[in-house]
């Protein structure tokens, strides 16, 4: 719990520095509001992802003052974590690296975690046996592949503020959780450190919006989660790894469904970005209904309010796989359970008939006669 608190402090600090400093750097701030995905209307700083990564690195330099060990592992990690980080911030900057540049670099850092922490995925579980993959030329391609896809989802819920940012805190708490009940302490001080860091930044990022995660927050967010969760899958052969795949279904199977999506549906190129992801259309086609002005502030409360849904629905599979580590045979069920609901509830919407539970009472003003109205 003390490098929770000690990230979320040094995260809430460097965040709001960064926050007061930024505006002096016109490289650093996103002030593109006409893209697809925007929903913002002024210019903010996108460079959130850098107080994150400080914090985490001096987080682990006082862990290793404690437990030299542990605090060692972490900054392996983040060494190798530097080359994912990297590709993104300097996309924040520059706007100039492609998605398939980032793509690479993540996977290259995935390929160190591989080296240096056997961070590597070596089984995948069934009802009542399990497979053992004991060959380089299957491992390493499946790893790297696995954690740049980790990395690149979190970055594709990326949309309103506090999304990303608070289903990655759940699902790190989660993996402190599971690393507590295994007895694997790094795992468990890792997963909490990134999580406090998380949190601090997400003090300025929900719901007001002050700073954004940016590319770099996104690509270093999935890369430790993706890292994390395979250690301590492929460290503790008591968790599943079906406790992987559910704890991070939420932003693996939006990916899977956007490139289906583009490519199949739409015929378009998977890597051209679109406004009809699963949280664009809640915001779009309930949100926006139930908060009808037009001006700055009503967009404002109106990106709040899109998050709350999907933290919710991201539960659906966070909870049962904390719950359920051990058991593989539910946690495919609960695996199958949350596909099927998120392709209900996407056709739904889109086909305007959101499910009535959903949907938020409209604002009404006030009533000039009476002096009251419904808020």
Same mark, same amino acid.
């Given at each position: 719990m003390s490098s929770f608190l000690i990230s979320f402090i040094a995260s809430a600090l460097l965040t709001l520095f960064i926050i007061k400093r930024a505006h002096l750097h016109e490289a650093a701030l996103d002030s593109d509001l006409s893209g697809v995905q925007k929903v913002h209307v002024a210019a903010v700083p996108r460079i959130g992802g850098a107080s994150i990564?400080?914090?985490? #690195?001096?987080?682990?330099? =006082?862990? %290793?003052?404690?437990?030299?060990?542990?605090?060692?592992?972490? /900054? =392996?990690?983040? =060494?190798?974590?530097?080359?994912?980080?990297?590709?993104?911030i300097v996309e924040d900057f520059t706007k100039n690296v492609s998605p398939r540049r980032r793509l690479l670099l993540t996977m290259a850092a995935a390929a160190l975690g591989y080296a240096m922490l056997d961070a590597r995925i070596e089984r995948?579980?069934?009802?009542? !046996?399990?497979?053992? /993959?004991?060959?380089?030329?299957?491992?390493?391609p499946l790893t790297m592949i696995a954690v740049a896809g980790i990395a690149n989802a979190v970055n594709i819920i990326d949309g309103f503020n506090g999304l990303a940012t608070m289903v990655t805190i759940c699902m790190l708490l989660s993996l402190g959780y599971v690393a507590?009940?295994?007895?694997?302490?790094?795992?468990?001080?890792?997963?909490?450190? #990134?999580?406090?860091?998380?949190?601090?930044?997400?003090?300025?990022? *929900?719901?007001?919006? %002050?700073?954004?995660?940016?590319?770099?927050?996104?690509?270093?967010?999935?890369?430790?989660?993706?890292?994390?969760?395979? %250690?301590? #899958? %492929?460290?503790?052969?008591?968790?599943?790894?079906?406790?992987?795949?559910?704890? /991070?279904?939420?932003?693996?199977?939006?990916?899977?469904? !956007?490139? *289906?999506?583009?490519?199949?549906?739409?015929?378009?190129?998977?890597?051209?970005?679109?406004?009809? &992801? =699963? &949280?664009?259309?809640?915001?779009?086609?309930?949100?926006?209904?139930?908060?009808?002005?037009?001006?700055?502030?009503?967009?404002? #409360?109106?990106?709040?309010?899109?998050?709350?849904?999907l933290w919710l629905f991201s539960l659906m599979a966070v909870v049962p796989a904390t719950l359920f580590w051990r058991h593989t045979w539910l946690l495919m069920v609960f695996c199958l359970l949350f596909v099927t609901s998120y392709v209900w509830l996407y056709v739904r919407i889109v086909r305007f008939k959101s499910p009535r539970w959903m949907i938020l009472g409209k604002r009404k003003k006030k009533s000039p006669k009476s002096g009251f109205g419904d808020q």
């Open positions: 990564f400080l914090a985490v #690195v001096f987080a682990s330099v =006082l862990a %290793m003052l404690r437990t030299p060990s542990i605090g060692q592992g972490v /900054l =392996l990690l983040l =060494l190798c974590s530097a080359v994912a980080f990297g590709g993104g995948l579980d069934w009802i009542s !046996s399990e497979w053992e /993959l004991n060959y380089v030329w299957i491992t390493l507590w009940q295994v007895d694997d302490t790094f795992i468990l001080v890792a997963a909490f450190i #990134v999580a406090g860091a998380a949190a601090g930044f997400l003090m300025w990022n *929900y719901p007001a919006g %002050m700073i954004f995660l940016g590319d770099g927050g996104a690509y270093f967010l999935g890369f430790m989660l993706g890292e994390l969760v395979i %250690m301590l #899958v %492929m460290r503790n052969p008591q968790v599943s790894s079906w406790y992987a795949l559910l704890l /991070l279904i939420y932003p693996v199977f939006e990916t899977l469904f !956007s490139v *289906y999506r583009r490519l199949f549906v739409r015929g378009k190129s998977p890597g051209m970005p679109d406004g009809i &992801h =699963l &949280h664009s259309l809640i915001f779009r086609r309930i949100v926006v209904w139930a908060v009808g002005r037009r001006d700055a502030r009503a967009l404002l #409360v109106r990106n709040a309010l899109t998050s709350p849904y």
